[in-house]
C-alpha cells in the first residue's frame, strides 16, 4: 500500500508555538499535498509540493520534501485554537495515476489557549 | 463558485432499504470522487470518474453503485448496506490531466461536507 505514516498521531500545543506534522511515504511520487479536516467535516487543501521542489511556503505554513527519504514535514506557526483539526498527508503515484490520492494516517492538532 | 455541495448531511437506513447520496460541483471540474472515511482514519478512495466516465473502482462492493449523470453531478446509489458501511462519506472533484503529464500533474482536490452514514 502506498498510505503514508505520519507522525506524531495527536499533538497538543498552546497557542502561539509552532506545530511540525511529519509524513512519510512508500513509492515514488509526483507531488504530495497537505490537507487540514475539521472534526467531521470535508478536507481543505493546504498545500502542493512538486517532487522536484524541496520546500514551499504559505501563510504560516512551510512544508518541506526529502524524496530521498520519502519523507515530508509541514510546519505551522505562531498556532491559532483555529488550527485545531487533523491533518493529512496525501500522495499521488507517479506513471499515470496522476488522479488517485491516497491519504496518510493524519496528525491530529489542539492548540489550547 | 469553489464549492462542492452534498446532500443530505445525516442519513440512517436499514439494512433492506435504497437510498442516494449526491454530490454536485460546478468548477468545471471533469474528475470527481467518492471517498469512505472512518472515525480517525483517513478517507479511503472508493470511485474516480474521469469526463463522465468510471476510471477507477477500488474494488467497492457491488452494494455501493456510483453513477455520474453529467459533468457537475456524481451520485452514490446504496443499497443491502451493513452496519460496518456506517462512515463519512466525502466527494471531491478536481480539474484532470490524465495519465503521463508528468510534472504538469496537478490535482488538488476539492471536498464536499460528507453526507454522515448510519446503517441500522
Known amino acids: 500500500s502506498q498510505q503514508g505514516e505520519e507522525d506524531p498521531q495527536a499533538l497538543s500545543i498552546q497557542e502561539g508555538e509552532n506545530a511540525t506534522m511529519n509524513c512519510s511515504y512508500k513509492t515514488s511520487i509526483n507531488n504530495l499535498q497537505w490537507y487540514r479536516q475539521n472534526s467531521g467535516r470535508g478536507l481543505v487543501h493546504l498545500i502542493l509540493?512538486?517532487?522536484?521542489?524541496r520546500e514551499k511556503h504559505s501563510g504560516r505554513l512551510r512544508v518541506t520534501l526529502d524524496t530521498s527519504k520519502k519523507s515530508s514535514s509541514l510546519l505551522i506557526t505562531a498556532s491559532r485554537a483555529a488550527d485545531t483539526a487533523s491533518y493529512f498527508c496525501a500522495t499521488d503515484g507517479s506513471g499515470g495515476t496522476a488522479s488517485k490520492l491516497t491519504f496518510g494516517t493524519g496528525t491530529r492538532l489542539q492548540v489550547t489557549l | 463558485d469553489t464549492e462542492v455541495t452534498q446532500t443530505p448531511k445525516h442519513l440512517v437506513m436499514g439494512m433492506t432499504n435504497k437510498k442516494s447520496l449526491k454530490c454536485e460541483q460546478h468548477?468545471?471540474?471533469?474528475?470527481m470522487y467518492w471517498y469512505k472515511q472512518k472515525a480517525k482514519k483517513p478517507p479511503e478512495l472508493m470511485f474516480v470518474y474521469s469526463y463522465e466516465k468510471l476510471s477507477i473502482n477500488e474494488s467497492v462492493p457491488s452494494r455501493f453503485s456510483p453513477e455520474c449523470p453529467n459533468s457537475s453531478l456524481l451520485n452514490l446509489h446504496l443499497h443491502a448496506l451493513q452496519p460496518e458501511d456506517s462512515a463519512l462519506y466525502l466527494c471531491a472533484s478536481s480539474q484532470w490531466f490524465g495519465a503521463g503529464q508528468g510534472y504538469s500533474s496537478y490535482n488538488e482536490q476539492f471536498f464536499g461536507p460528507g453526507t454522515r452514514l448510519t446503517v441500522l
Open positions: 509540493i512538486r517532487s522536484n521542489e
Open positions: 468548477m468545471g471540474h471533469r474528475a
